[in-house]
């Protein structure tokens, strides 16, 4: 399997500007997460989805925040209007729906607001 | 308080000496542990976990689990400059499958 995968792996945006990122999880996980980790807070859960639908999503900033998951091999983090604050790493990970697994990050998309 | 502490560091050791990372959580209901390397400008991977009390080596690695105190180490006997990377304590709040990362501790092994 290729991993978890991101992309685009960079993106430079002006503030107010609309981002999308997009993740596809490992074939066969059924639990999908969104992270983002700056030096300041390090790593945060935004939302993690079982079975393609949302579970927690506590973490998600705001409403400028949305988050989908239409099949079990496709995630989108939407941000919108994006601002300089939302400037970090934002991670995807996914592991098998079951306690005690390990989640496997993506390389992840460094995303710079401008 | 949060869920997940550790000490950012850095953690400077030398070469071939043990490395002691530390980490403590919040939440009594957490029953799997795990402990994540994170090189710079990299994803974290996962170096081993631990769910019972006491400890559970892996080579080099060996995890100390201390559910009473809630606190949870990471031991790297035989240091080596590929070491040198940030540590990343993660515990599943509540026994479900998300997981919370601490900041994480730097490691720094010296020559």
């Known amino acids: 399997d290729a991993g978890v995968i991101q992309s685009p792996r960079h993106e430079v945006t002006e503030m107010g500007q609309e981002v999308t990122l997009r993740c596809k999880p490992i074939?066969?996980?059924?639990?999908l997460f969104w992270y983002r980790q700056t030096m300041m807070r390090g790593l945060e859960l935004l939302i993690y989805f079982n079975n393609n639908v949302p579970i927690d999503d506590s973490g998600m900033p705001e409403d400028r925040f949305s988050a989908k998951m239409p099949n079990a091999s496709f995630s989108t983090l939407k941000i919108q209007p994006s601002e300089p604050r939302d400037s970090a790493v934002y991670f995807c990970?996914?592991?098998?729906?079951?306690?005690?697994?390990?989640?496997?990050f993506g390389q992840g998309t460094r995303l710079t607001v401008v | 308080q949060k869920e997940v502490e550790q000490n950012s560091g850095p953690l400077s050791v030398p070469e071939g000496a043990i490395a002691s990372l530390n980490c403590t959580y919040s939440?009594?209901?957490?029953?799997?542990f795990f402990w994540y390397r994170q090189y710079s400008g990299k994803s974290p991977e996962l170096i081993m976990f631990i769910y019972s009390n006491g400890d559970k080596e892996d080579g080099r690695f060996t995890a100390q689990l201390n559910k009473a105190s809630q606190y949870v180490s990471l031991l790297i006997r035989d240091s080596q400059p590929s070491d040198s990377a940030t540590y990343l304590c993660?515990?599943?709040?509540?026994?479900?499958?998300?997981?919370?990362f601490g900041t994480g501790t730097q490691l720094k092994v010296e020559l």
């Open positions: 990970a996914s592991s098998y729906q079951a306690m005690n697994t390990e989640a496997f």
């Open positions: 939440d009594r209901g957490s029953q799997s």
């Open positions: 074939s066969g996980h059924n639990s």
């Open positions: 993660a515990v599943n709040p509540g026994g479900g499958n998300k997981l919370t």
